[in-house]
C-alpha cells in the first residue's frame, strides 16, 4: 500500500503552456498526514472508498503503466482542495509500478502522476508539493523533476472547515479568472519568500482569496471569525475550504465538516 499526503495550496500562479513538462504553477502549499493510500487491484477501474468512479486523471497513469485498477483509500474529500486527484495519480504510479517491477525511478513516477494532472486539468503544483513534503514554497514551476522548490519544516496542527466543493477544471479553464490569479499569486509569492512564516501562509492566502475573488461570503465569514478568536486562517485552493490554527473552536460553529490534521514533512510512504 502506498501513502500519498493531501497537498493543501495556500495561494498560486498558473503557468500553462504546450507541454505537461513545463506546465505547473508557481505558489506555497504543505502536506499532512491525511491523505490517499492506494492499492492495486485485479478488479478492472478505479475504486474510491469502496465505490467504483469515474477518475480520468487515475486511469490516464493507469493506461500508461498497464495496469488493470486500483482501490484508492482517502481520508479527505475529493473536489475541496486537498490535492486528491495528484495524490492519488501518484500513489497509483508508485504502486503500479512497484506490484508490476517496472523499474522506475521515482521522479519518472511522479512526472507521469504530474502529466496526468496536467492533462485533466485536476492539478498544477500538487504533485511538486507531494513529491518533497513539508511546506513546500514552488519558485518555478513544471513537472516534478523541473520544477525548483524551498521546503520549510514547521510542527503544527491546522484544523479544515470544508464547506463545499469547486471543481479545479472550472477554475483552470476560465481565462478571465486565471490572469487575476496569476498576477496576484506572483506577487505574493515575493511577498512570503522576504518573510517565510508559517503565519505568513495564513495571511497571504487570505489576502489572495479575498482579492482574487476565489473566497465568498461563507470563506470570508469563517476566516474572519478565527481572526476575531485570535487565530489565523486562510482560504484552500482550490475548494470551498479554510484552513486554521488557533481557532478556539469557532469553526465548528459553521455549516460543514471540521478535521484536524498535522503538517507532514514528508509526502509519502510506501
Ligand atoms: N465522487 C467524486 N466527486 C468528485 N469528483 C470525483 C469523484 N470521483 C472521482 N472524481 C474525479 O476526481 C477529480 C477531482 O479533481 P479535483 O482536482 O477537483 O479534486 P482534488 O484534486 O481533490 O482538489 P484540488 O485539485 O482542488 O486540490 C475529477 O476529475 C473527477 O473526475
Ligand atoms: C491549481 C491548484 C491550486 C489545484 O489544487 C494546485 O494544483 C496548485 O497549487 O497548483
Redesign the pocket.
Known amino acids: 500500500m502506498t501513502f500519498v499526503s ?2 493543501i ?1 495556500a495561494f498560486f500562479s498558473s503557468k500553462i503552456s504546450d507541454s505537461p513538462e513545463t506546465t505547473g504553477s508557481y505558489g506555497v502549499g504543505f502536506t499532512i498526514d491525511k491523505g490517499v493510500r492506494a492499492e492495486i487491484s485485479e478488479k478492472e477501474g ?1 475504486y ?1 472508498n469502496g ?1 467504483r ?5 487515475v486511469s490516464y497513469v493507469l493506461e500508461k503503466l498497464g495496469g488493470r485498477g486500483v482501490e484508492l483509500f482517502s481520508d ?13 495519480a501518484l500513489a497509483t504510479a508508485i504502486e503500479v509500478s512497484m506490484g508490476k517491477n517496472l523499474g522506475h525511478s521515482f521522479l519518472e513516477l511522479a512526472d507521469l502522476a504530474h502529466e496526468a ?1 496536467v492533462v ?4 498544477l503544483g ?1 504533485v511538486v508539493t507531494q513529491s518533497h513534503g513539508g511546506i513546500v514554497v514552488r519558485i518555478s514551476p513544471g513537472c516534478p523533476s523541473r520544477a525548483k522548490v524551498v521546503r520549510y519544516l514547521h510542527r503544527a496542527d491546522v484544523k479544515f472547515l470544508v464547506m463545499g ?5 472550472d477554475i483552470l479553464s476560465d481565462e478571465i479568472k486565471r490572469k487575476n490569479i496569476n498576477r496576484l499569486g506572483k506577487s505574493l509569492l515575493k511577498d512570503f519568500l522576504k518573510k517565510p512564516l508559517m503565519d505568513c501562509v495564513f495571511e497571504l492566502s487570505k489576502k489572495f482569496a479575498v482579492e482574487s475573488g476565489l473566497a465568498d461570503e461563507d470563506v470570508i465569514d469563517a476566516i474572519e471569525a478565527v481572526e476575531s478568536a485570535g487565530g489565523k486562517a486562510g482560504m ?4 470551498k475550504t479554510v484552513f486554521a490554527m488557533d481557532d478556539s473552536g469557532v469553526l465548528e460553529e459553521f455549516r460543514g465538516e471540521t478535521f484536524t490534521a498535522r503538517i507532514a514533512s514528508c509526502g509519502l510512504s510506501v
Not at 468512479?53 to 486523471?57: E, I
Not at 466543493?165 to 477544471?169: A, D, H, K, W
Not at 484552500?236 to 475548494?239: H, K, S
Open positions: 493531501a497537498s495550496t478505479v474510491l465505490e468512479v469515474d477518475f480520468p486523471t479527505v474529500p475529493i473536489s475541496s482542495g486537498f490535492g486528491v486527484s495528484g495524490a492519488s494532472e485533466n486539468l485536476t492539478g500538487d466543493t469547486l471543481p479545479t477544471r484552500v485552493m482550490l475548494g
